[in-house]
């Protein structure tokens, strides 16, 4: 059974950082890859950033120098380091199974302005 389970998130002042985990299983990870996409209040869901197998990872232009995606293949866990944070970063966020309908249960990252 493909599963991930995400902690993190929370409430955080502009400008500071946040640290979301996806804990990944039921599938094989070291060749799959996993996409973060965030649901703001109103809106759809936007693809954020995504890792790949071999170590490539793609970030949507308004996170990039701020985000840092990684994943650790022997614990089966993929990251998203938020850093600079900015209100309009505020969202629902969900890790995925890449190119399927799994995904976490959502993690609601709120930035104060």
């Known amino acids: 059974e493909v599963q991930l389970v995400q902690s993190g998130g929370g409430l955080v002042q502009a400008g500071g950082s946040l640290r979301l985990s996806c804990a990944a299983s039921g599938f094989p990870f070291t060749t799959s890859a996993i996409s973060w996409f965030r649901q703001r209040p109103g809106e759809g869901l936007v693809w954020v950033s995504s890792?790949?197998?071999?170590?490539?990872?793609g970030y949507i232009d308004s996170v990039k120098g701020r985000f840092t995606i990684s994943r650790d293949n022997d614990k089966n866990m993929v990251y998203l380091q938020m850093d600079r944070l900015k209100p309009e970063d505020t969202a629902v966020y969900y890790c995925?199974?890449?190119?399927?309908?799994?995904r976490g249960q959502g993690t609601q990252v709120t930035v104060s302005s």
């Open positions: 995925y199974k890449s190119n399927t309908n799994f």
């Open positions: 890792t790949y197998p071999d170590g490539r990872a």
